[in-house]
């Protein structure tokens, strides 16, 4: 398949630049699994989508104030968006300026509070903060809150607590696993009351999320890394999940790339590291039977995991009638939940 495959036009008026008054109150688009027809709920029906027996399973990373706004001692002006921390100090970051800033160049973000660049790995900058125990506290005393590059504007209060799931708790990514962003208590005590459990996996979510596919044909594309982690007692709850003969439900694509990287024979082992695993249709999944997703950008690779998923004919039908029903789309937009495994096409 090609890169212009997943392309669609959307609306300029369908992107959610804020989240919803309250969370669990966005729209869902449920795809059929027996006849490939569509159905709009509200989220607050997902907890009764699912099946005692089951497994949800969340994304548990915790984003980061990893957007800085500073100059150059020269005067220019600088944004910096930390990658991730390395370091004690040391991050790598993405660095806007006017001219590429050589090592040894001072940031300075306020008076007395600076960065300083160290060198490069490929694309990235390496940095080192000063005045600051470690680089995250650096980031929680000046850092914004890195919204997408589509939400064009910036970052306000709201947005601190509402670009960050209510169970993140390992900081590190630099953009939200936004699935779960709908998630408020209660749905999380309906879950439980149904007999559904639940279990947390780490994959620090990276600005290369939004980079796009720059080569026509996918298996020339180059997916970014990301740190993830897959730990034992999650693992065990799979196995558990399987021989009950409920289902894996997945809570983002983040979880999805997460267990799937972690699975070689049929379960999922524990793991730690980095991950590029780029899933397009006809990947065969190993691992996850359900997923609760966002709506993705056109031509993403999120979309083409998600197509991967649910079925490129089914998915792209499914984001049409999102766009004739007028759902709102991408990080703080509505919700889809594919409702069984893919079958290739």
Do not use: W
């Not at 470690?134 to 809150?145: K, M, P, T, W």
């Not at 997916?223 to 693992?235: K, R």
């Not at 289902?247 to 267990?259: P, Q, Y």
């Amino acid at each position: 398949m090609r890169r212009a495959d997943f392309h669609y036009d959307l609306p300029q008026q369908l992107i959610a630049l804020y989240p919803p008054e309250e969370r669990g109150s966005s729209r869902m688009l449920c795809l059929d699994p027996v006849n490939d027809s569509f159905r709009d709920h509200s989220f607050r029906d997902f907890p009764g989508l699912l099946n005692p027996g089951d497994l949800v399973v969340f994304n548990d990373t915790r984003v980061i104030p990893a957007r800085l706004l500073g100059h150059k001692q020269s005067g220019g002006k600088v944004e910096v968006l930390v990658e991730r921390i390395t370091g004690k100090l040391q991050v790598l970051a993405h660095v806007r300026a006017s001219k590429t800033p050589k090592a040894g160049t001072r940031l300075d973000f306020a008076a007395g509070v600076s960065a300083t660049v160290t060198g490069r790995a490929e694309d990235l900058f390496r940095l080192e903060f000063t005045g600051y125990d470690s680089a995250l506290e650096f980031l929680e005393r000046h850092g914004h809150v890195p919204l997408p590059p589509y939400i064009r504007r910036g970052d306000e209060a709201t947005d601190h607590e509402r670009y960050q799931t209510i169970y993140a708790s390992r900081p590190g990514a630099v953009a939200a696993p936004t699935a779960g962003l709908h998630f408020d208590e209660h749905s999380l005590q309906q879950l439980a009351q149904r007999g559904v459990e639940t279990a947390r996996v780490t994959l620090h979510v990276g600005a290369g999320t939004f980079q796009p596919v720059r080569s026509d044909e996918l298996e020339k594309h180059v997916m970014h890394y990301e740190s993830y982690e897959v730990g034992s007692e999650v693992c065990e709850q799979i196995a558990a999940t399987r021989r009950r003969g409920g289902r894996v439900v997945a809570i983002g694509t983040t979880v999805v790339r997460s267990l799937e990287a972690a699975t070689t024979a049929g379960v999922p082992e524990p793991c730690r590291g980095e991950t590029n695993l780029f899933i397009t249709p006809g990947y065969r999944f190993r691992c996850v039977d359900a997923l609760l997703t966002n709506f993705h950008l056109p031509e993403s690779t999120l979309l083409m995991l998600v197509a991967a998923f649910g079925g490129y004919a089914r998915i792209m039908a499914a984001y049409k009638h999102a766009i004739e029903q007028g759902y709102r789309f991408y990080s703080y937009g509505d919700a889809m939940f594919l409702q069984s495994r893919a079958s290739p096409e």
